[in-house]
């Protein structure tokens, strides 16, 4: 008895075998399936219920004819679609047939897999293959579940705008400007003075003029998107504790108006902080700043670059004005008093405050993780407090800012209602408006305050930070177990939605860890203190150059993977540093490391310029135990990934044995991949 050939069984759920592949309600959606030529009797469709995993209909699949599958890549349900359009459709008739059906999709998410029988034997393939549990990893095909067509691969670039460039040094701040976190704030006048273990209340000057000034070279290195750490009006450095939500910071903007005023060094308060109550809320400067954001948005679209800005909407800081605990806006004169000030204050309930005799000056209000400079905001008791956020979230989307989108500081911490209405808001503003969640775990099994959400079910977020691929991709550099690497890939695959796939936030650094070249080049970290941190973030020499060919593989893996590849910016120039706050060193302008820059630019030429790379169907390969290995293919063109982090050379796949080799790091031979080494071969 002939066995059914498994290796020719395929599907996934890109248009090219589920056409459309994002589906409105209503809307007929035409489903594929791959088999070896003349290699089976049938094929079904099993239709699952999605939460209890009943069998709830079966669908038999039509076998397509040559001249059928022959055409090109099209759109309907009955029209001569093509799979794979040219490059399958010429191996059609002597390697696979495909099978289809045609179905209008409910208002529920639709759950499916395949039967495949030949014969006597059987076999049910899902999201992850074969398999023989018919009910477990369905493909799932969520209705209405669509995510912005311009962020689907997007290469993105994060900055941190204190640390990016210093494009204008009339809005430096000033040492002594402010008193925050008990000590004065200082002014760093050397650009290149090392990170300090205390660090928040330290200003090197970056601001959104450096960011203007440097979107050529962002632009030359293939930069589609840029996602901006906060840039509201906030008295630190990181502006995680916003000041003000309707106005840029004009540290970062631009200052027409400005006093005298400094305070000293013995002060415990901002009594004496004219200077920066003058440049923080003059309205004179808040507008100007403002319009100045709405140009380097413009500016940047011009270069079609998309910008993303960071909402912290679950606590604010001490400073903001609805709170004043700083008393800032009561000295300034203009503004409402803050709810810190008084009990009759308009925003008493965007706080919870748990002594209701305390007032004035009460300081009994909830503070995020007990932190008082960083007030909790309270949702549950004001409607008031959500209108205004929701405000900010439509306002700097829409004219004349026309952000794209906003990443989601601690959504996890928000309301679910919060996370639906944000969406809705930006969306009603911005169609195509992208909202990003800060989501450390899997998102698709995330819980918080015993609640399982809801993240990625089409109605609130369209994907999340991917922190689990960038800790399974760094444990592969590191440890060279490409099985733990693959498992890990496809389970995450398996668990996100199909939209989601393509606008994961793939990074391999950021603001909240270590950067990448440190952590595989420098020794482990492993829990130990800032100081401990400090005294080891210069790297040697042989550290810096072992984390720097490591680290050249990770974006050889993250770019040709589906999802947004995010650069953390100077990561491409080499800067290193451990946690929060070495990982935010200033670019190192005129001190690159060209050669990393250079590959790094290389990379995001070959797949920005080769559809298959960044939004192809996507087939692991069997490959040395050591080493990772897929295949991204559409009707443009065929590439194949091989990655060997370890010391020692592997035998390359049988598939990469053949073809065009079109970027590598390190030495690949015809058959063999020497050690921390990379390959991307083109078959076709």
Not at 213 to 235: C, G, Q, T
Not at 390 to 405: E, N, R, T, Y
């Amino acid at each position: 008895m002939e066995q059914i050939n498994r290796d020719a069984l395929f599907c996934d759920e890109t248009e090219d075998y589920r056409c459309p592949s994002e589906a409105d309600a209503g809307e007929v959606v035409t489903f594929y399936f791959r088999t070896e030529k003349n290699g089976a009797d049938a094929v079904v469709l099993l239709e699952y219920d999605p939460e209890t995993g009943a069998l709830l209909q079966e669908w038999q699949m039509k076998r397509l004819s040559w001249e059928c599958c022959a055409g090109s890549v099209g759109n309907g349900a009955d029209t001569n679609r093509g799979i794979d359009g040219s490059g399958m459709a010429d191996k059609s008739d002597s390697r696979f047939d495909y099978y289809s059906c045609a179905l209008t999709l409910g208002t529920k998410t639709f759950s499916y897999v395949f039967q495949v029988t030949w014969g006597e034997n059987v076999c049910l393939y899902n999201r992850i293959g074969l398999t023989e549990d018919a009910a477990a990893h369905p493909f799932r095909l969520i209705p209405g579940f669509h995510v912005p067509e311009w962020s689907k691969g997007a290469l993105m670039y994060q900055i941190y705008v204190d640390r990016f460039c210093n494009g204008d040094p009339t809005n430096d701040t000033e040492t002594n400007e402010y008193i925050y976190l008990k000590k004065p704030v200082t002014r760093v006048t050397d650009w290149k003075e090392p990170i300090s273990t205390l660090d928040v209340g330290r200003f090197y000057g970056g601001d959104l003029q450096g960011v203007l000034d440097k979107l050529d070279y962002l632009k030359s290195l293939k930069i589609e998107a840029i996602y901006l750490n906060p840039v509201f009006v906030s008295p630190s450095n990181h502006k995680y504790d916003c000041q003000d939500y309707d106005h840029i910071d004009p540290h970062y903007g631009v200052i027409l108006e400005d006093a005298d005023g400094l305070v000293c060094p013995e002060d415990t308060d901002n009594d004496r902080a004219h200077k920066y109550m003058t440049r923080t809320a003059d309205e004179q400067n808040l507008e100007a700043s403002d319009a100045f954001f709405a140009r380097l948005i413009e500016e940047a679209h011009k270069r079609g670059i998309r910008v993303l800005v960071d909402g912290v909407f679950n606590h604010c800081g001490s400073f903001n004005k609805w709170l004043d605990a700083e008393l800032l806006y009561q000295h300034a004169g203009g503004y409402p008093q803050g709810a810190y000030v008084s009990e009759d204050s308009p925003y008493r309930y965007f706080f919870q405050f748990h002594n209701e005799n305390a007032w004035p000056f009460n300081d009994s209000y909830d503070g995020w993780w007990g932190h008082a400079t960083l007030p909790k905001l309270n949702y549950e008791e004001s409607p008031e407090l959500y209108q205004y956020i929701l405000g900010i979230a439509k306002k700097w989307v829409s004219a004349p800012f026309g952000a794209d989108g906003w990443r989601l500081d601690v959504v996890d911490e928000y309301p679910d209602e919060l996370v639906r209405m944000i969406r809705q808001a930006a969306r009603a503003e911005k169609p195509d408006a992208l909202i990003i969640g800060e989501v450390w775990e899997d998102a698709s099994c995330k819980e918080a305050y015993g609640e399982h959400r809801q993240y990625l079910m089409g109605h609130e977020l369209d994907s999340v930070m991917n922190y689990p691929l960038r800790q399974a991709i760094l444990d592969f550099l590191l440890r060279g177990d490409g099985a733990a690497f693959r498992l890990r890939l496809w389970e995450l695959l398996e668990h996100y939605p199909r939209p989601c796939w393509d606008v994961m936030m793939n990074l391999l650094s950021s603001h909240d860890v270590p950067r990448a070249i440190t952590a595989l080049g420098g020794t482990p970290m492993q829990h130990r203190d800032r100081d401990w941190q400090r005294a080891h973030n210069t790297l040697t020499v042989a550290q810096y150059y072992r984390g720097r060919q490591l680290f050249m593989l990770g974006p050889l893996m993250t770019m040709p993977l589906p999802g947004m590849p995010c650069l953390y910016y100077g990561d491409e120039a080499g800067l290193v540093g451990y946690a929060d706050p070495f990982n935010r060193g200033p670019y190192p302008w005129g001190r690159e490391d060209t050669g990393l820059r250079e590959c790094i630019r290389q990379m995001a030429a070959l797949r920005n310029g080769n559809s298959a790379l960044s939004a192809g169907e996507l087939e692991p390969l069997v490959c040395a135990a050591g080493m990772a290995a897929w295949r991204r293919r559409d009707e443009t063109g065929e590439f194949i990934i091989c990655v060997n982090p370890g010391e020692w050379p592997l035998p390359l796949p049988d598939a990469a044995q053949y073809g065009e080799t079109v970027f590598n790091i390190g030495q690949a031979g015809e058959r063999r991949l020497e050690g921390q080494s990379a390959v991307i071969r083109r078959i076709r």
